[in-house]
């Protein structure tokens, strides 16, 4: 067994050091959102920065969840993040299936066209017409329809489809099945760690939209809890607590601990859906990748 010399050791602690101090700049935010939301309002406001309180209080969860309001942004944002991805893995296949076939009449001048739209885009203007004119304002089909297919996650899962062998897709035919039968019962599921990974890209991007919602959406019953959390931040409370309603004696907690509290609800779902798709994530990562 050869030793690793100096130099490598060396290199190697200095790696270690600086990818913990990387990950503690990177926990720190989150372990102070987390621990201040539940931090009573005089030591927040009397320390500033508590990472671990010494007097827990839920005066800010109480406050938010006094009214419906959040519940119900956030089954706004759950509905969104489902229907939409659905909405994006189906068109991005049935977009990404054809043009990764080599027998599709005029895949390159639609790729050209794919292309186009990832270095020039009609911009926000323009956009918010079209989705106007198509009279989608005030629904949640603008949030869903503009962005049905990313330019760039098509280009990748077409890359992908590429690279599955010719002879699966001949064998399926011989067997009789159709082109619909081949993608369905051939293709995808060879493509789960693609889909898994897709799934995750859009669900995230769903979760976390906000301006399209404030450009598109002017009924705040309709809002997702990414544009309250918004409207807490620029207006510290935002109307999303009834205090009468916790009786006479509480207190509304300050907005500092009401942003805290928002930002945890809206951040803690999307967080635990990651380690389900962990596993496909992992396989997923590089797909379209070149290979030499």
């Not at 102070?32 to 969860?61: H, I, M, N, W």
């Not at 005030?138 to 990313?150: K, R, V």
């Not at 099945?177 to 293709?187: A, F, G, K, P, S």
Request: proline share 5%; aromatic share 12%; with cysteine.
């Amino acid at each position: 067994m050869v030793r690793p010399s100096l130099g490598s050791r060396l290199f190697d602690t200095i790696n270690i050091m600086l990818l913990l101090a990387f990950a503690i700049f990177t926990i720190v935010p989150f372990l102070f959102v987390l621990s201040g939301s539940f931090t009573a309002s005089e030591e927040l406001l009397q320390r500033g920065v508590v990472l671990f309180p010494t007097k827990f209080s839920l005066d800010g969860y109480r406050y938010i969840f006094s009214t419906n309001t959040i519940l119900w942004s956030l089954g706004v944002t759950v509905f969104i993040t489902v229907i939409g991805t659905l909405i994006n893995l189906i068109f991005t296949t049935l977009m990404a299936y054809p043009l990764a076939r080599k027998e599709f009449v005029g895949r390159r001048p639609i790729m050209m066209l794919v292309l186009f739209t990832m270095l020039f885009s009609g911009g926000m203007i323009p956009t918010f017409l079209v989705v106007k004119s198509l009279g989608l304002l005030n629904s949640y089909s603008s949030l869903l329809i503009p962005g049905a297919i990313s330019a760039f996650n098509l280009i990748i899962l077409r890359n992908f489809f590429q690279q599955l062998p010719d002879g699966l897709e001949e064998s399926a035919k011989i067997d009789g099945c159709n082109d619909y039968q081949i993608l369905i019962r051939i293709v995808l599921p060879l493509s789960l760690p693609a889909m898994a990974t897709f799934s995750l890209f859009y669900a995230v991007g769903h979760w976390n939209t906000f301006f399209n919602a404030v450009l598109y959406i002017n009924d705040s019953t309709k809002w997702p809890i990414q544009v309250w959390l918004r409207q807490i931040v620029i207006l510290s409370q935002g109307g999303v607590g009834d205090s009468q309603q916790m009786g006479s004696d509480f207190v509304a907690p300050p907005g500092e601990v009401i942003k805290m509290a928002v930002i945890v609800v809206s951040t803690v779902p999307i967080l635990l859906v990651y380690p389900f798709l962990q596993k496909h994530f992992a396989k997923g990562v590089l797909l379209g990748s070149v290979k030499g």
